[in-house]
């Protein structure tokens, strides 16, 4: 059991020493109260407008279609890894490289069906654009 | 770079192709995707469903051949294993391909005329070809890996198919429902999976088997067999993961309905056969994780409470869920009759063999329904009143699916239950036989409900018939068809099952 004890100990400093900083610079600071420390951090800029922004409900559907080249990515990042040394060591160029092939084939395929679906098209909504120019007035 | 590391990718051309009927199913679903993409606004009805049911039928006469040729099958030298064992083609993933493929085929013939008013097509048929694709997987996934991918694969699809009727309330509430059930049975599958991996440290099944004799943490693959077991559950609809069904089944556009509970049930039996079966066997598993009577207590409880509820329902739609819910009961006989060196390869072929019978029967009534939902019929016993003498040979057809279902004599159903129960006898479990049966006599009260409200009341009000839709009727009838020669061809039927469940043990 004394690893756990380890571990516990560990986990007693990771949230005493954060707990300790700011008892300490609690006490220590002195109190200078001023609007500007309340405002939001904008890296330095002066921040406009609020941070509840509308999204437009659109974006769902390329955030979708995102996901289809962010799993592309995990899978093709360990392939591009072992590609040149499989090569080199005499695995045929077919083995190694039609799978990937087949695999971004099959992305594509679905890819061009929502775009032809009208997935990626932009619809205007005129009730929405008239609203919005009204809440900017 | 070792040598070993690349096994995986200098695998013969040969090999590959034994997963055909996947591979098949999957391009199926891809062309779907580009007849849509060649004409986005107006893809001919009869185009996306001719290419879908040829698509099927294709990897159905592939996988009839497979099995006749004795590819995987101890014949030709046994199971073939792919990718560094993440799956394997046997005689019994052939045996539940065949099953998939021929439930899949009727379904998209029936959905040409459901569809018939309705947008978005393609997208109807090609998630219905891909969740056959992830089904045809299962059957063959021998690595718990392998396992939930596919699982997942064949769910996803089904998600959005139960709620295909966007405007229909009780379809999206059904798609929610179903959505919902599946995602927490899915962590529970998962987290199972996990702690097996955390005892045995390996996710082929195989592996996991050799491992599995170390009594070390044996609490812990306890929770792990249990928590996989739940996650198999939900996919064949057994207590305690069932409710999502009479709700889904009773929402989800009748074609679907018939897909999820014959093909997507028989899934989830062909991939809780080969990991019980293979991870956990009976032999080397420690004594306190005795998956057997955790089958047999669920198989018990889940055909009476189906049988039970199904006798109360007054919507015939919900009646054949509920009754689907029992047959699952009685298909897991097949896991809880077994014991070690009893007679396993019958028990589980039996099962097996059930399972296709009940992929004709019951995706034939539910096709039925799909039928009476396209004429506008109601949905209760009443509405159904005198049916047949407006539509007899749709009503002779739907008169077969139920007694074959009640497991009368002169029908398919008789023959495969009657294995089913005989095999139990034979393996000395003479009480789960008998529950069997009992069951089996209530079943007949409300399948009989159906036929008598169609041959013998008269209609409480006139109805009009006005088409005789031609998909729906040739999928009902060669449902119908199937059922019947299913009687005399039962034999080949069983052997072909019991021979290929044999080599699992």
Known sequence: ?137 | MTPDALALQTETVAAWTALAPAILLGLTGLALLGVDTLWPDDPSNAVLAGVAAAGSILSFAVTGWFLVAGTGQASTGGAIALYGDALVVDGMSLFFTLIFTVVTAMVVVAAYDYLDDHSHRAEFYSLTLFAATGMAVMATANSLATVFISLELASLPSYALVAFLKTDRGSVEAGLKYFLIGAVSSAVLAFGISLVYAVTGSLVLGDVAAAIGTPEMAGVLGLGVLMILGGFAFKTASVPFHFWAPEAYEGAPAPISAFLSSASKAAGFAVAFRVFVQAFPLEAVPAGVDWVIAFQVLAVVTMTLGNFAAATQENVKRMLAYSSIGHAGYALIGLAALTAGGPNGDVLGASMAHLLVYGFMNTGAFLFIALVEHWGVGRTFEDYNGLASTAPIAAVAMTVFMFSLAGLPPFGGFLSKYVLFYSAIEAGFWWLAAVGAVNSALSLFYYSRVVKAMWIETPVADFEIESRPVGLYTAVLFAGVGTLLLLPGFGPVIETAQTVAATLF
Do not use: H
């Not at chain 1, 756990?4 to 700011?22: D, E, N």
């Not at chain 1, 799978?99 to 619809?123: C, D, S, Y």
């Open chain 1, 1 to 137: 059991m004394s690893e756990w004890i380890a571990i516990g100990a560990l986990g007693l400093v990771a949230v005493g020493i954060p707990l300790g900083m700011m008892a300490v610079s609690a006490i220590l600071r002195p109190a200078v109260p001023e609007q500007g420390k309340g405002a939001t951090y904008e890296s330095g800029e002066i921040p406009t407008g609020t941070a509840r922004v509308q999204f437009n409900i659109q974006y769902y559907m390329v955030a979708l279609l995102f996901v289809v080249f962010d799993v592309e990515t995990v899978l093709i990042f360990p392939w591009t890894v072992i590609y040149r040394s499989a090569l080199s060591q005499g695995v045929a160029l077919s083995t190694v490289l039609w799978p990937m092939l087949a695999f971004v084939g099959i992305l594509v395929v679905g890819l061009v069906w929502a775009w032809r679906n009208g997935a990626v098209e932009w619809v205007k909504s005129p009730l929405a654009n008239r609203q919005k120019t009204e809440r900017n007035a």
